[in-house]
């Protein structure tokens, strides 16, 4: 579904809103709005600190993050927390 301006494609366009309103930024807000487990409740994962580092890179991968392939596995759970 288009977002209000066009020009480009928001997967979940009410996740991508509510998190706006939240402060998040519009980066960050679309990388989670179009993740593929977009709009399913959370709280069944483990912390990040128990993923193999090879686990969190694939998470990175997924979410977009840039860089993921040289920084540490403490580097990558800071970048999924704040990105």
Do not use: C, F, H
Request: charged share 35%.
């Amino acid at each position: 579904m288009p977002n209000k301006k066009g020009s480009s494609l928001i997967k979940n366009e009410d996740q991508y809103e509510a998190l706006i309103e939240k402060g998040a930024s519009k980066q960050k807000a679309a990388r989670i709005a179009n993740s593929p487990d977009s709009g399913k409740k959370g709280g069944s994962s483990e912390k990040y600190e128990r993923w193999t580092k090879e686990d969190l890179y694939e998470k990175a991968k997924q979410v977009g993050i840039d860089g993921r392939s040289n920084i540490s596995k403490k580097e990558l759970i800071d970048a999924l927390r704040n990105n």
